[in-house]
């Protein structure tokens, strides 16, 4: 077998395994591309916790909002944490104690209580 055949089979396989690769990543993304959530067997769910966005927007307002609006997130953490104490409410108190530019940001109790949550 010369080089040149060799090469345009070599090139064939590498082609062939990328398309493959690119149908098997479309049949697993097809949920996610849709909309669908799933959660697989072994996946950690905190039932009655909210997305990532609420989390995310509610940092946001804390570290660039005026200081009543920071204050109000912070009463509501940390009475939410404290009413009702889960991994969801605790988790939602570190997270506006470890946000900083705030009056009652707390990076050291923020990292015990992360601890504790995980």
Known sequence: MDKCSR???VQRIAAMGVILAM???CTQTT???KGRRTAR???TIILGAPEAD???KELSDLAA???ARQA???ADAESGAVLTPGPNTELRFALVLATPGHAESDAEKAQ???REVL
């Open 7 to 9: 090469k345009k089979q």
């Open 23 to 25: 149908v098997v990543g």
């Open 31 to 33: 949920d996610w591309l």
């Open 41 to 43: 067997p072994g996946d």
């Open 54 to 56: 609420s989390y995310l």
């Open 65 to 67: 909002g005026d200081p």
């Open 72 to 74: 109000e997130i912070y």
């Open 112 to 114: 015990s209580m992360l």
